[in-house]
């Protein structure tokens, strides 16, 4: 608007184009905004970015995140923006007796069907291999470096775990890598639907804009029921018992190596399932589908 007046447009015409008021303008004049404040409103840009994708970060965390976006700052500086905007992680504050109670879905639920006689339950079954995917994110904790992520995709087709992605935090980029993970295995996969809880790693802005990346379809499960994703639960389950539980484990790697190998010798090519004809899902694969209808 100044530079406008400087051309000769009086600010009477533009603050009429911007449906704007004159006054601020003016007060604005006598006293504009100062260097520090701005770089103060680019801190909390970042730190709000940072936030809206992984609402379970604190300040720290939140401050890494905005010095990899280029937005430098003390920890100290972070945790006062942080605290003057109400931006606290959903675990540094005591919620109700019920506990975190999780966001709004960002998808519809593509997975309800109604039976015939009224009742409302959930469709996991796939007619062809990249029709409908399944992914969450379970956790374990180490006796010597804290806990470890895991976030597995899985096609319903087939019950293969067609992605994954292991990491110390849970954010959302442990859930965007695990899906392009998934892509990069699978070739195109335009038009698969991909169905998860409500979890603020799937309703994150990253994750939204993998799914557009790769043409895929957004599905999310109600609030509070377990049976939404109760396919994905099951192989969680398994792998709780036959690598999580069996021992302790001390070091992240550790327990990283335990994991991939369970995953890729054991339940790909060992453990045969009812559903699948006694198969294990990399037979199911070789021998149900031509290599045509996997790259489909």
Aim: hydrophobic share 40%.
């Amino acid at each position: 608007m100044k530079e406008l007046a400087e051309d000769r447009i009086p600010v009477t015409v533009t603050c009429r184009v911007l449906k704007l008021s004159r006054q601020p303008y003016y007060r604005w004049l006598l006293d504009p905004t100062t260097d520090s404040e701005m770089v103060e409103a680019h801190r909390a840009n970042a730190l709000f970015d940072a936030h809206h994708d992984d609402p379970e970060f604190g300040h720290r965390l939140l401050a890494d995140e905005a010095r990899q976006a280029g937005e430098a700052m003390a920890d100290r500086t972070a945790w006062r923006i942080c605290r003057d905007n109400a931006w606290w992680s959903t675990f540094g504050k005591k919620r109700g007796r019920g506990g975190k109670r999780p966001g709004p879905a960002v998808h519809d639920d593509l997975c309800t069907v109604i039976d015939g006689n009224g009742r409302v339950r959930h469709e996991f079954s796939a007619e062809r291999p990249n029709q409908l995917w399944l992914t969450d994110i379970t956790e374990h904790r180490t006796t010597t470096q804290g806990k470890l992520y895991l976030c597995a995709v899985k096609d319903v087709f087939s019950n293969k775990i067609v992605g994954y992605s292991i990491d110390s935090r849970m954010k959302s980029g442990l859930a965007v890598n695990a899906l392009d993970n998934a892509v990069a295995m699978r070739g195109d996969v335009a038009g698969c639907v991909v169905h998860s809880d409500r979890g603020s790693q799937f309703r994150s802005r990253k994750f939204l804009r993998a799914l557009a990346r790769h043409r895929m379809v957004g599905s999310m499960g109600r609030v509070a029921s377990c049976g939404d994703n109760a396919a994905m639960e099951s192989f969680f389950s398994l792998l709780q018992k036959n690598v999580l539980n069996r021992r302790s484990w001390a070091t992240q790697e550790e327990l990283r190596i335990a994991i991939v190998t369970w995953i890729e010798r054991t339940y790909h090519r060992r453990r045969r399932q009812a559903r699948l004809g006694r198969l294990t899902p990399v037979e199911f694969e070789a021998i149900i589908n031509t290599p045509a209808a996997l790259a489909a």
